[in-house]
């Protein structure tokens, strides 16, 4: 019996995003704790499945924030390492007129560049279902060389790989750098989850179905899932294919996060189901991922404000 459901290994960090106008006129930033791999993981902590996190922060006071932090939130929090030398990694979220985030990153280096090999905590790996993982992992030799590892454990043990680009461009001193990594994820991962400018970046395609198909025509994927925002996701699983509407919230206030929930909702779906899916299979997981992403941008943050599983079936029932 394995004792975790999902284990995921990458960054844990700060993201501070904007949370309206001081009395001077000066934007105010809150501190959301943050980080795609753990944004996953409470989420599937908010669907009751056993979660454990393996990363780096740093020895001060916003990485003893952030490991009290999933420690409430239900993850198990034995693989979080704190570095004495070096800061935990902060990201400043701003919103565009279009309700799109640009990101700024304090992290040259950032603690979760630190990992290296011996700090990962294999037994946690093999003692879990489903192993995820993403790109920002992969953009310095230290968090690179662990994340490798990580996933070689996993392939021994017999664990499902989870794989999320995530791609966060400027984090990568070049844009060949970062389609290596996500080629690297489509290589070992049997789950993928991709966003559609994800697509058209590695794929050059724009069209959602056609970039899919490329994709899995080069890589031997299991399930593909293919975000698109307000205009929904798709999945794929062998033959079988679904497409499913999303759920457009109209207080939506902060779009950080929405893809880590879908995740979260996707691989609590697996947990249940197993990765072999049918059409309505397919449907039914993309419907509740689709739900819960929309609660989340109605939400200001991500990690500490996933919605359980009654707000989820209260959205699809109404």
């Not at 019996?1 to 309206?20: C, P, Q, R, S, Y």
């Not at 704790?33 to 009751?48: E, I, S």
């Not at 800061?87 to 992290?107: E, I, M, N, Q």
């Not at 037994?123 to 990580?150: D, P, V």
């Amino acid at each position: 019996m394995k004792k975790f459901d999902v284990t995921a290994l990458g960054e844990l960090l700060i993201d501070f995003t904007e949370n309206g106008i001081s009395e001077n006129g000066n934007p105010l930033l809150e501190a959301n704790p943050g980080g795609a791999p753990c944004n996953v993981l409470a989420m599937l902590a908010k669907l009751g499945k056993r979660t454990a996190f393996i990363g780096k922060v740093g020895n001060d006071s916003f990485g003893n924030m952030l490991s009290d932090t999933i420690k409430n939130c239900g993850i198990f929090a034995d693989g979080l390492i704190f570095d004495d030398t070096v800061r935990t990694t902060l990201a400043f979220v701003h919103k565009k007129p279009d309700g799109d985030r640009d990101f700024s990153f304090y992290r040259e280096p950032g603690a979760d560049m630190m990992l290296c090999p011996a700090e990962v905590n294999a037994e946690i790996i093999s003692s879990s279902k489903i192993f995820h993982f993403g790109t920002l992992s992969m953009t310095h030799e230290n968090n690179k060389a662990a994340t490798l590892y990580a996933v070689q454990r996993s392939k021994e043990n017999g664990v499902l790989i989870s794989f999320d680009p995530n791609l966060r461009e400027p984090l990568w001193k070049s844009l060949d750098e970062a389609r290596a990594a996500m080629r690297y994820g489509f290589s070992v991962c049997d789950i993928l989850k991709i966003s559609d400018n994800e697509i058209e970046f590695f794929t050059g395609e724009s069209d959602i179905d056609k970039g899919v198909e490329a994709i899995r025509r080069e890589f031997d994927i299991k399930l593909v899932l293919a975000t698109m925002g307000k205009n929904g996701s798709k999945a794929y699983c062998g033959d079988a294919a679904a497409s499913m509407p999303a759920y457009v919230n109209s207080n939506a206030v902060d779009t950080t996060g929405a893809g880590d929930t879908f995740m979260g909702c996707a691989l609590g779906y697996v947990c249940d189901n197993g990765i072999s899916l049918n059409n309505e299979r397919l449907s039914e997981m993309l419907d509740i991922a689709n739900a819960a992403a929309s609660i989340v941008t109605g939400r200001r943050g991500a990690l500490k404000v996933m919605p359980y599983i009654n707000e989820i079936e209260n959205i699809i029932k109404a």
